[in-house]
């Protein structure tokens, strides 16, 4: 087998540093190994090209925090280690965009694992990882599209993570619009003629928005080239989402046919949305009780109550009561500057980033990236 990969490793402790060099040696798969007791200089090797980083946080400190979290913007193989193995250090390891973390003192295998792990997921996303959010409701004009691209814009913020937001209303859809994008390709086009591609080429499809790591997939141009879509392309196109993106942001239609049962089938979560009113209520009702009879795990559908007030007549847990389950999140009304945001073609954070409805997708956003790392920390204390 080739040894070809290249370590970088970061730890102030001399004699962890050793140990740690003594077993990557012994592993066929690795070629240059590169120890650091200095984070900064660290950080510039890490800079120089693709590698495999395993960086010791037990020491903490801003310098460690800051580093790990850049490093992720240089290489997807980053392991993270600490004598501490509290919930919440592997919560901030995760964040950090560790795609391991490891307690100290470290094992070989641990560590033998690891590296034949990050080598089998060479230049793709650990599928296993990513996942796909869709934003539905079953009545049309209820703020599908209003989350869907605001939850993406401030998901790439927070997370500073690979986000793809991929318009599936496929006759109807306006994402480009709510983003004042001109898109050459379109979800057509990738379904077609990229699927099988790799990720370089499958990329160039996107559309990046501006300078943040939001990529985004628009509609057919032609309402007839949406018609032959089937179910099976979209089983694949998710797919290939999976190998590139940690987050997918879906949105779609409104209609239950085909093709929306099979999104909504392959979605990790459903971000089910509906607003304060009796008629809303019943249709999510019915909309929850298909859910239940696909026998989606009880974790997958997520309500969202959109243009929430808090003089509602309709209580919260009125709400729960009827639907018979916890309410995830509520985005306030907020007409005016979500109007001027759409008609600008930017996110609401742009058009007023002190704005409740800023602030509530900010924090909406963190609390769905922090929600899927403690997921992933089940993992690690099962
Ligand atoms: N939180 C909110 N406060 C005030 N107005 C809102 C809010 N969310 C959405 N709206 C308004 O509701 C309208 C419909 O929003 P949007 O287009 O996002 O809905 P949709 O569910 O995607 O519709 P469709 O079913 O047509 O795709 C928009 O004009 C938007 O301004
Ligand atoms: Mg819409």
Known sequence: MQNNLSVVVLDKNQNSREIIKSYLEEIDLVGDIKLYDDYTQGFEAVKEGNCIVIMDISSGGDDVNQIAGSIKLYTSKLVITSVDCSTNTIINALRMGAKEFLPKP?????????IAMLYAIDGEEDSSQSKIITVY???????????AVNLAVELAKVTKDKVALIDLNLQLGDISTFLN????????????????????????????????????????????QSESITPQQITMLFEALKKMFPYIIIDMSSNIDGNSLKILDCSDWILFTTIVNIPAIRNAQRCLNLFRSRRYPADKVKIVINRYMDNEEIKIEDIENTLSQKVYWKIPNNYFTIMEAINKGISISEVNANSNIANNFRDFASKVSDDIIEQAVIKYRA
């Open 106 to 114: 470290i094992l070989k295998s641990d560590l033998e694992r690891v």
């Open 137 to 147: 409701s079953n009545k049309g004009g209820i703020g599908k599209t209003t989350i």
């Open 181 to 224: 994008l001109n898109p050459t390709f379109d979800v057509n086009y990738v379904i077609r003629r990229l699927i099988n591609k790799d990720e370089k080429e499958l990329i160039q499809a996107f559309e990046k928005y501006k300078t943040t790591s939001l990529y985004v997939l628009s509609d057919p141009s032609y309402i007839e």
